[in-house]
Protein backbone atom coordinates (compact mmCIF):
# COMPACT_ATOMS: atom_id res chain seq x y z
CA UNK A 1 0.00 0.00 0.00
CA UNK A 2 1.77 3.11 -0.96
CA UNK A 3 1.89 6.36 1.73
CA UNK A 4 -1.76 8.24 1.64
CA UNK A 5 -1.98 11.87 1.21
CA UNK A 6 -3.53 12.99 4.14
CA UNK A 7 -1.39 11.08 6.48
CA UNK A 8 1.44 12.01 5.08
CA UNK A 9 0.57 15.51 5.33
CA UNK A 10 0.00 14.92 8.72
CA UNK A 11 2.79 13.78 9.91
CA UNK A 12 4.76 16.34 8.51
CA UNK A 13 2.88 19.20 9.96
CA UNK A 14 2.50 17.25 13.10
CA UNK A 15 6.45 16.74 13.32
CA UNK A 16 6.80 20.25 12.29
CA UNK A 17 5.31 21.82 14.86
CA UNK A 18 6.39 19.03 17.74
CA UNK A 19 10.29 19.80 16.44
CA UNK A 20 10.03 23.37 17.78
CA UNK A 21 10.83 21.62 21.23
CA UNK A 22 11.73 24.10 24.09
CA UNK A 23 13.83 21.93 26.02
CA UNK A 24 15.70 19.65 23.46
CA UNK A 25 16.96 23.09 21.85
CA UNK A 26 17.50 24.63 25.35
CA UNK A 27 20.43 21.47 25.91
CA UNK A 28 21.83 22.07 22.79
CA UNK A 29 22.58 25.83 22.93
CA UNK A 30 23.96 24.99 26.73
CA UNK A 31 26.35 22.52 25.38
CA UNK A 32 26.92 24.55 22.68
CA UNK A 33 28.03 27.08 24.70
CA UNK A 34 30.03 24.89 27.04
CA UNK A 35 32.05 23.67 24.16
CA UNK A 36 32.70 27.29 22.45
CA UNK A 37 33.22 28.61 25.78
CA UNK A 38 36.43 26.11 26.05
CA UNK A 39 37.52 27.04 22.86
CA UNK A 40 36.31 23.74 21.35
CA UNK A 41 36.76 23.67 17.51
CA UNK A 42 33.87 23.65 14.93
CA UNK A 43 34.87 19.95 14.09
CA UNK A 44 34.39 19.26 17.91
CA UNK A 45 31.55 20.95 18.44
CA UNK A 46 29.76 19.66 14.69
CA UNK A 47 31.13 16.23 16.25
CA UNK A 48 29.50 16.39 20.02
CA UNK A 49 26.13 17.89 18.54
CA UNK A 50 25.51 15.42 15.80
CA UNK A 51 26.30 12.97 18.08
CA UNK A 52 23.18 14.06 20.71
CA UNK A 53 21.26 15.31 17.83
CA UNK A 54 21.22 11.23 16.69
CA UNK A 55 20.72 10.00 19.95
CA UNK A 56 17.44 11.98 20.48
CA UNK A 57 17.02 10.59 16.58
CA UNK A 58 17.24 7.31 17.48
CA UNK A 59 15.96 7.09 21.06
CA UNK A 60 12.51 8.55 19.90
CA UNK A 61 12.60 6.14 16.59
CA UNK A 62 13.12 3.68 19.13
CA UNK A 63 10.00 4.51 21.37
CA UNK A 64 7.90 4.48 18.96
CA UNK A 65 8.36 1.70 17.31
CA UNK A 66 7.85 0.23 20.73
CA UNK A 67 4.46 1.80 21.32
CA UNK A 68 3.34 0.73 17.76
CA UNK A 69 4.52 -2.68 18.72
CA UNK A 70 2.45 -2.73 22.18
CA UNK A 71 -0.54 -0.70 20.13
CA UNK A 72 -0.74 -3.35 17.28
CA UNK A 73 -1.02 -6.31 20.05
CA UNK A 74 -4.01 -5.18 21.47
CA UNK A 75 -7.48 -6.33 19.87
CA UNK A 76 -8.44 -4.10 17.30
CA UNK A 77 -11.99 -3.28 19.27
CA UNK A 78 -9.73 -1.91 22.09
CA UNK A 79 -7.58 -0.39 19.78
CA UNK A 80 -10.29 1.60 18.86
CA UNK A 81 -10.98 2.82 22.55
CA UNK A 82 -7.94 3.34 23.21
CA UNK A 83 -7.56 6.02 20.42
CA UNK A 84 -10.55 7.60 21.80
CA UNK A 85 -9.46 7.89 24.93
CA UNK A 86 -5.77 8.85 23.48
CA UNK A 87 -7.21 11.36 21.50
CA UNK A 88 -9.15 12.88 25.06
CA UNK A 89 -5.78 13.31 26.52
CA UNK A 90 -4.20 14.58 24.01
CA UNK A 91 -6.95 17.69 23.35
CA UNK A 92 -6.31 18.34 27.21
CA UNK A 93 -2.48 18.40 26.92
CA UNK A 94 -3.10 21.00 23.95
CA UNK A 95 -5.65 23.06 26.69
CA UNK A 96 -2.41 22.78 28.91
CA UNK A 97 0.02 24.58 26.41
CA UNK A 98 -2.93 27.35 25.26
CA UNK A 99 -3.09 27.94 28.95
CA UNK A 100 0.53 28.28 29.39
CA UNK A 101 0.47 31.18 26.47
CA UNK A 102 -1.58 33.10 28.56
CA UNK A 103 -0.86 31.94 32.16
CA UNK A 104 2.60 30.98 31.94
CA UNK A 105 3.87 29.01 35.15
CA UNK A 106 0.30 28.70 36.77
CA UNK A 107 -1.47 25.99 37.81
CA UNK A 108 -0.01 22.08 35.58
CA UNK A 109 1.94 21.98 32.78
CA UNK A 110 3.21 20.17 30.56
CA UNK A 111 7.18 20.21 31.28
CA UNK A 112 9.62 18.31 32.54
CA UNK A 113 10.04 18.74 36.42
CA UNK A 114 13.01 20.74 37.81
CA UNK A 115 14.46 17.13 39.23
CA UNK A 116 14.92 15.91 35.99
CA UNK A 117 15.60 19.65 34.71
CA UNK A 118 18.55 19.32 37.09
CA UNK A 119 19.82 16.35 36.11
CA UNK A 120 19.85 17.47 32.34
CA UNK A 121 22.39 20.35 32.99
CA UNK A 122 24.64 18.26 35.29
CA UNK A 123 24.73 15.55 31.85
CA UNK A 124 25.39 18.32 29.79
CA UNK A 125 28.50 19.48 30.84
CA UNK A 126 29.90 16.16 30.41
CA UNK A 127 31.06 16.60 26.50
CA UNK A 128 32.63 13.28 25.76
CA UNK A 129 31.54 11.37 22.94
CA UNK A 130 29.48 8.75 25.42
CA UNK A 131 28.39 11.70 27.78
CA UNK A 132 26.12 13.87 25.00
CA UNK A 133 24.99 10.06 23.28
CA UNK A 134 23.81 9.76 26.97
CA UNK A 135 22.55 12.85 27.27
CA UNK A 136 20.52 12.62 23.95
CA UNK A 137 18.70 9.60 25.38
CA UNK A 138 18.21 10.66 28.18
CA UNK A 139 16.42 14.12 27.03
CA UNK A 140 14.30 11.97 24.52
CA UNK A 141 13.30 9.61 27.15
CA UNK A 142 12.65 12.33 29.69
CA UNK A 143 10.73 14.50 27.60
CA UNK A 144 8.50 12.03 25.63
CA UNK A 145 6.10 10.85 28.43
CA UNK A 146 5.96 15.53 29.39
CA UNK A 147 5.79 17.02 25.80
CA UNK A 148 5.21 13.84 23.42
CA UNK A 149 1.74 14.66 23.01
CA UNK A 150 1.82 14.66 19.41
CA UNK A 151 4.06 11.75 18.78
CA UNK A 152 1.66 9.66 20.49
CA UNK A 153 -1.05 10.89 18.01
CA UNK A 154 0.86 9.98 15.22
CA UNK A 155 2.12 6.63 16.25
CA UNK A 156 -1.32 6.00 17.48
CA UNK A 157 -2.63 6.52 14.30
CA UNK A 158 -0.07 4.65 12.29
CA UNK A 159 -0.37 1.78 14.41
CA UNK A 160 -4.16 1.25 13.35
CA UNK A 161 -2.65 0.38 9.95
CA UNK A 162 0.86 -0.64 10.83
CA UNK A 163 3.33 -1.45 7.09
CA UNK A 164 6.11 -0.61 5.32
CA UNK A 165 4.96 2.65 4.57
CA UNK A 166 4.01 3.68 7.98
CA UNK A 167 7.10 2.86 9.05
CA UNK A 168 8.32 5.22 6.53
CA UNK A 169 6.17 7.76 7.72
CA UNK A 170 7.89 7.30 11.54
CA UNK A 171 11.12 7.66 10.45
CA UNK A 172 10.15 10.79 8.65
CA UNK A 173 8.21 12.46 11.30
CA UNK A 174 11.77 11.78 13.41
CA UNK A 175 13.74 13.30 10.78
CA UNK A 176 11.54 16.58 10.68
CA UNK A 177 11.43 16.35 14.36
CA UNK A 178 15.21 16.79 15.08
CA UNK A 179 15.52 18.85 11.81
CA UNK A 180 15.74 22.34 14.03
CA UNK A 181 18.63 21.19 16.04
CA UNK A 182 20.86 20.12 13.17
CA UNK A 183 19.66 23.75 11.51
CA UNK A 184 20.48 25.61 15.03
CA UNK A 185 24.09 23.45 14.82
CA UNK A 186 25.17 24.49 11.93
CA UNK A 187 24.28 27.85 12.18
CA UNK A 188 26.18 28.13 15.53
CA UNK A 189 29.19 26.31 13.41
CA UNK A 190 28.58 29.30 10.73
CA UNK A 191 29.43 31.71 13.30
CA UNK A 192 26.33 32.92 14.27
CA UNK A 193 26.19 34.40 18.38
CA UNK A 194 24.60 31.88 20.66
CA UNK A 195 22.98 34.82 22.10
CA UNK A 196 21.33 35.40 19.02
CA UNK A 197 19.94 31.86 19.30
CA UNK A 198 19.18 32.12 23.24
CA UNK A 199 17.47 35.25 22.88
CA UNK A 200 14.86 33.70 19.62
CA UNK A 201 14.28 30.49 22.07
CA UNK A 202 12.66 32.64 24.70
CA UNK A 203 11.44 35.29 22.75
CA UNK A 204 9.45 32.70 20.76
CA UNK A 205 8.32 30.16 23.58
CA UNK A 206 5.13 31.20 24.17
CA UNK A 207 3.93 31.36 20.91
CA UNK A 208 5.59 27.85 20.35
CA UNK A 209 3.16 26.74 23.35
CA UNK A 210 -0.11 28.24 21.37
CA UNK A 211 1.07 26.34 18.24
CA UNK A 212 1.39 22.93 19.81
CA UNK A 213 -1.45 23.71 21.59
CA UNK A 214 -3.55 24.27 18.90
CA UNK A 215 -2.35 21.33 16.63
CA UNK A 216 -2.65 19.09 19.58
CA UNK A 217 -5.89 19.86 19.70
CA UNK A 218 -6.54 19.13 16.13
CA UNK A 219 -4.59 15.99 15.91
CA UNK A 220 -7.08 14.88 19.19
CA UNK A 221 -9.99 15.57 17.32
CA UNK A 222 -8.79 14.16 14.41
CA UNK A 223 -8.00 10.76 16.22
CA UNK A 224 -11.55 10.75 18.02
CA UNK A 225 -12.95 10.54 14.25
CA UNK A 226 -10.54 8.01 12.93
CA UNK A 227 -11.27 5.90 15.96
CA UNK A 228 -14.92 6.55 15.27
CA UNK A 229 -14.85 5.57 11.83
CA UNK A 230 -15.59 9.07 10.54
CA UNK A 231 -12.49 9.32 8.91
CA UNK A 232 -10.93 6.34 6.93
CA UNK A 233 -7.24 7.46 5.26
CA UNK A 234 -7.08 4.17 4.00
Not at 109 to 135: A, C
Request: overall charge positive.
Amino acid sequence: MGIELPTLSLVVISAAIDSINPCAIGVLILMVSVVMGGKGSVRRLLTLGGLYIFAIFLTYLLAGLGLIYFLASIPLFVAEYLALVVGGIIILAGLLEIKDFYWYGKGFSLQIPSYFSNKIHKFSKNLTIPGVIFLGAFIAGVELPCTGAPYLAIITVLSLNFNFAAFLLLILYNIIFVLPLVVILFLVAGGTKISAIQNWKEGSKGYMRLMIGLMLIGLGWLLILIANGTINFG
